[in-house]
Antibody, heavy 120, light 107 residues
Framework: QVQLVQSGAEVKKPGASVKVSCKAS????????IHWVRQAPGQGLEWVGWINPNTGGTNSPQKFQGRVTITRDMSIKTAYMELSGLQSDDTAVYYCARGIEFGDYVFSYWGQGTLVTVSS | DIQLTQSPSSLSASVGDRVTITCRAS??????LGWYQQKPGKAPNLLVYDASSLESGVPLRFSGSGSGTDFTLTISSLQPGDFAIYYCQQYYRSPYTFGQGTRLEIK
């Protein structure tokens, strides 16, 4: 079965960077985009970006461009999301997600979430 | 960016009730809309994609409809496990955006 397993919680100081991993199993890793979505405490969902594991191509909203780097390691079927210049409003649960079988942009599989706390 | 506005923001209902949640897009998005259910401390769970296609394993009491700018999610007969927060999401154009959520509470 499809599984996405994320790395553990992180606590970072303002200005630092964080790198969260997402290990995929149960399907062909290069066959589906991996997306990152975040959720601040008590708030809604916000799309952070995607990576095409096959090509390494990425896309992210303009508000994150220059601060977010999404990469993958095909040998271990793992995607990574690195966010730099952390501020307190980056405190959130970060999820990785995969699309449905015939669509890459609506998310049927999710990781368990990684809490990133930014605090001095 | 395409804005999605859900209504109501919160809703109280009883087990067995029929409930409808609406999602309005700031511009036409064809049928590129999904609905999610989220329970506390858990990742969202996809219910409906392409506006009206039920995700595998989702109970038939959930249904979606709409196209263009106006969409609805209907739960035909509320069950105890349905009390949660519901989000719509558009994937017509990047950046992919979510509605603000509708909190469904027990009356």
């Amino acid at each position: 079965q499809v599984q996405l397993v994320q790395s553990g919680a992180e606590v970072k100081k303002p200005g630092a960077s964080v790198k969260v991993s997402c290990k995929a199993s149960g399907y062909t890793f290069t066959g589906h985009f991996i997306h990152w979505v975040r959720q601040a405490p008590g708030q809604g969902l916000e799309w952070v970006g995607w990576i095409n594991p096959n090509t390494g191509g990425t896309n992210s909203p303009q508000k994150f461009q220059g601060r977010v780097t999404i990469t993958r390691d095909m040998s271990i079927k793992t995607a990574y999301m690195e966010l730099s210049g952390l501020q307190s409003d980056d405190t959130a649960v970060y999820y990785c997600a995969r699309g449905i079988e015939f669509g890459d942009y609506v998310f049927s599989y999710w990781g368990q979430g990684t809490l990133v706390t930014v605090s001095s | 960016d395409i804005q999605l506005t859900q209504s109501p923001s919160s809703l109280s209902a009883s087990v067995g009730d029929r409930v409808t949640i609406t999602c309005r897009a700031s511009q036409g998005i064809s049928k590129s809309l999904g609905w999610y259910q989220q329970k506390p401390g858990k990742a969202p769970n996809l219910l409906v994609y392409d506006a009206s296609s039920l995700e595998s394993g989702v109970p038939l009491r959930f249904s979606g409809s709409g196209s263009g700018t106006d969409f609805t999610l209907t739960i035909s007969s509320l069950q105890p496990g349905d009390f949660a927060i519901y989000y719509c999401q558009q994937y017509y154009r990047s950046p992919y955006t979510f509605g603000q959520g509708t909190r469904l509470e027990i009356k």
